[in-house]
């Protein structure tokens, strides 16, 4: 049975010692994912937020560029995690006053051996710590949360799209 083939948890060898999983099998594919995640700050770090007037600078445009960084370098922040040549990171945020949050939506794309899932689920988390950081002086109450796996497309195991 090969890595491809096997129903089993594909970081564990057959000893149960962590393994990277060998890729060398699979064809080269368009792959894609997205992921999302949310900061809740609070009314006065979302004004703040809002108008462009928090201390430490644009808190969304240095969240963006943390979170395509991040991207970039998920194969050194995670274990066992292939190094994915990226074609592109994008990261969009959403503010919301209802709840006083910024809803943050990442895209990665590569052309390869192995997915991007993990890419996406870094740069949001790396941009939400980013937000978090450069509000953290203003609310103590700020929550980063609901961080998942939105869609992918490629690869052998075929696309997925979240039911919720």
Do not use: W
Not at 47 to 55: A, F, M, S, T, Y
Not at 61 to 74: D, E, R, S
Not at 93 to 108: G, K
């Amino acid at each position: 049975m090969t890595d491809l083939d096997s129903p089993t948890l594909t970081h564990v060898d057959e000893r149960g010692r962590a393994r990277m999983v060998d890729v060398s099998p699979k064809s080269s594919t368009a792959r894609t994912a997205v992921a999302a995640g949310r900061v809740i700050l609070g009314s006065e770090a979302f004004q703040l937020v809002k108008e462009n007037r928090i201390q430490k600078g644009d808190v969304l445009t240095v969240a963006q560029i943390a979170g395509v960084l991040g991207a970039k370098q998920t194969s050194q922040l995670i274990p066992l995690c292939h190094d994915v040549l990226l074609q592109n990171v994008d990261i969009d945020f959403e503010l919301n006053e209802d709840d006083t949050s910024v809803e943050i939506r990442a895209i990665t794309k590569t052309q390869g051996l192995t997915g991007v899932e993990m890419e996406a689920l870094t740069a949001v988390s790396v941009a939400a710590l980013t937000i978090y950081d450069m509000c953290k002086s203003v609310s103590k109450d700020l929550a980063v949360t609901d961080v998942r796996l939105l869609a992918k497309s490629g690869g052998q195991s075929g696309d997925y799209r979240r039911g919720d």
